[in-house]
């Protein structure tokens, strides 16, 4: 069995890690995907890094729910599995199924991730997973211990490109051979290139299968609809797949 899995910020929000659109996506009044952006950091850099840092902080105490291990079990269950995420949260690396973890060289952060920390100008970054690192902060501001310049997350904001590196993994996987199946959970699939990659892997005879409470968003590609949260539809389909495997 070939598997790729895309997810969103829906596989999260069982963990209690607000979605950035719909219901409880707004914070303080302000809409995520208007602070997620470049044009948000030059005006207001210190009210992103509030938002930032509230995110990481509880990513850093959110547990990986069951959508996140049923997700582990299907990696140590298909015979070639690759998993894009849009999420910058860390469940899918620490999610567990009996102790396997879904190697990296399987999973691609294809928005980057939170507890990242980059200078805006040059190449320093660090890494921020167990605590952030208050030290250099001007107005909130982290600042690049080698040039001065801001630090920034080491995420992609809206209408920033992905990293090369990233795609040439996620193209390696869709183009190589077609799957047996696609299923895409918690994402309103706002860019072009998710799609792309659902229909590449998919190719002419793989299913698509959306998991999703709320909305269907590829209908257009013939999805099936898993009309419930992830924590509950995706473990019962993970176990339907594997169930020959592991019966
Ligand atoms: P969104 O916040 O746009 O969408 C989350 C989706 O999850 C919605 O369609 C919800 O209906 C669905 N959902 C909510 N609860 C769910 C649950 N328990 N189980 C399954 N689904 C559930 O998040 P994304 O599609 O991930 O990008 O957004 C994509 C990107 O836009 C993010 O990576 C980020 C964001 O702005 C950048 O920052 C560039």
Redesign the pocket.
Known sequence: MRVLVVT????S??SGIP????TG?YWRNLD??KL?TQSAFDSDPEIVWQWYRERRDMIRRAEPNEAHRAVAKLSAAADEFFLLT??VDDLHDRADWNGYRIPEDQIAHV?GDIFTTKCERGDYTRLESTDDDLKNVRNGVPMCPTCGARMRPG????GEGLDPRIVARADNFVRARPCDAVIV??????FDYIVHWTRLAAGRRGRIIE?????QFLGALNAEWVRE???KGLPRLVDELTSRRYS
């Not at 995420?155 to 809206?158: D, I, L």
């Not at 959970?185 to 706002?190: E, N």
């Open positions: 969103g910020a829906g596989i929000a069982e979605t950035f659109r719909g996506g995520p995907t997620a849009q999420n928005h995420v992609v904001w809206f959970v918690g994402t309103t699939v706002a998991i999703n409470p709320d909305d949260p992830a924590a």
